[in-house]
């Protein structure tokens, strides 16, 4: 029987886009071949890209002395006679995928290929539709029929995941879909607590609060609304000994888990809750990876698609937080992974926004909230800024 092989080229600012095809028609072939543009950054995608592929197919053939080799993307010669050599001996060759490599390279490669071959299919891939797009007359596209998780993905760009914050009951969704329901009433709520408590984001615990009803109702919340936001909590577990007392109100906030998620945790676990009702192929929240300092609090995956969310929550919003989620984007595929940053606040100011559109990031303010499902939807199908 004769080895089936594909070959897959790799350049750009990015490997989803070569992985993506690659998985698309891993159970048909028996060897990879890779041609790479000449720099070291995609010989650590070639190696990403092998460890992930053999995660899935353990018995794939790829030997880094005869099927890798790198040459200079803008000399036709030496691409046409690097393709001629990796594909010597080779007599069925399926598939060839030319996504994101310059375009020099891809002529180079396609007329050889075109000469030699008469069956194979080569292809480009266009990670917006989460499509493979034949590069043939008459053919149609090809809708992605693989999936990454979050992981597969993190390892794809070099890292590993060393911490996954999950673990929290059912209660603690329902708590924050609660908070979002009424977020105009909730949010006001607990910025008083939080002040109450230092305006940390964490506190010794267990602790005891006795605030003054009017420390509220001068921001506008009635009796009614007061009353029933504390009822709630207390029925979520989130406080416990919830009393009235001569215009006190006062309870007890027993762990420190508690406190974070009322402090702020309640938007990534809404944001998380979200994610997972629209069906992605894989959602993490809490995610760290190794050799990067900072926290992404949702990680959304989707047909090799990727989609991080930065949620605040309380205080002024400061622009250097679009630097950071900037930052983390670009260790995880630069352009062709998609930002969010979620905050709780209503009004977002125009420069701000400004500066986020300037960094290609979407900002979701309080008012939208409640849309939640609706906005990560679309933009991991159809985003504002379109991976390129």
Known sequence: MLERVMLVLIGGRSGVPAIAGVLQFLDQVDRIKFLLCREEQYLHFQKNIEKVIKQERENLVCDNETDVISVDPNKFDEVYIAVQKLCQGVEELKYVNLSTVPQSM???????????????????????????????????????NKRLSVENYIALCGFNIFKKVINFENNLENTAKYIVDCIQVSSKIISVIRSKAGGGDSIKAPRGFSIDEKDFIKLGILINE???????????????????????????????????????????????????????????????????????????????NAMICECKTGGKLDA????????????????????????SESDVGEEFLNKAKNNRVVVVSGNELTRMNDILAKEMQFPTYPRR
């Not at 979200?274 to 900072?294: L, P, T």
């Open 106 to 144: 891809a002529f180079s490669v396609y007329s050889y290929i075109l000469e030699k071959y008469k069956d194979v299919l080569v292809f480009t891939v266009n990670t917006d539709q989460s499509q493979i797009i034949p590069l043939v007359f008459g053919k149609q596209a090809i809708p992605f």
């Open 226 to 304: 007061l009353e029933q936001f504390f009822i709630e909590l207390e029925k979520f577990s989130i406080i416990h000994n919830l009393q009235k007392q001569n215009n006190l109100i006062k309870f007890r906030i027993e762990t420190k888990e508690n406190y974070a998620f009322l402090a702020g945790d309640w938007l990534e676990v809404f944001v998380y809750s979200s994610a997972k009702q629209c069906s992605f192929d894989s959602v993490e929240m809490g995610v760290e990876i190794d050799n990067y300092r900072g926290e992404i609090d949702v990680f959304c995956l989707n047909s090799a």
């Open 320 to 343: 250097d937080d679009l630097s950071v989620i900037s930052s983390k984007a670009e260790k995880l595929g630069g352009n062709y992974c998609v930002k969010l940053f979620i905050t």
